[in-house]
């Protein structure tokens, strides 16, 4: 594939599909560009070259799971920044609040299964977690009163 091919691949993304556009940008003849961009796009390594460069940019935009860790962990820590807009309406950056931190920590908990149950099983469900908590508070509490009530 000529440069001036590559070009017009580029050319082809950037101006959303239009072929004649596409040509022009890539220094083809004005006169014959529409004819010149058809004629590209029928070529099997003109268009497997605009679906990989397509494919790059769809992976540049997409963030994989180590990127989300990372993110996380980043938050978790305290090492990350949000832009906060104080009351003179002056934005700032800060660090991440604890709220965020929090959440961030519970999201890598569940991703890692580090809810777990009694028999080792992992927690699914954060509410689940939330119930059992409370059932086994209240329960306590109740064999706490009955052995008061018995003294």
């Not at 596409?22 to 268009?47: H, I, Q």
């Not at 990989?52 to 090492?79: F, H, K, P, V, Y």
């Not at 604890?98 to 992992?122: H, S, T, V």
């Amino acid at each position: 594939m000529t440069e001036r091919q590559k070009t017009f691949c580029d050319s082809y993304i950037l101006s959303n599909g239009n072929s004649a556009a596409a040509a022009r940008s890539a220094g083809y003849s004005p006169n014959g560009a529409k004819v010149t961009g058809s004629r590209l796009l029928a070529r099997d390594d003109v268009r497997n070259a605009i679906g990989e460069r397509l494919s790059e940019l769809e992976s540049e935009r997409i963030a994989d799971a180590r990127e989300i860790l990372e993110t996380l962990t980043a938050i978790m820590r305290g090492n990350s920044q949000e832009e906060v807009v104080v009351p003179s309406g002056k934005i700032i950056r800060v660090k991440v609040g604890c709220a965020n931190r929090l959440k961030a920590a519970e999201i890598l908990c569940k991703i890692y299964g580090l809810f777990k149950r009694a028999d080792d099983e992992p927690k699914t469900d954060v509410a689940e977690l939330y119930v059992d908590t409370l059932t086994a508070i209240w329960e306590k509490q109740s064999d706490e009163g009955k052995k008061a009530q018995g003294d």
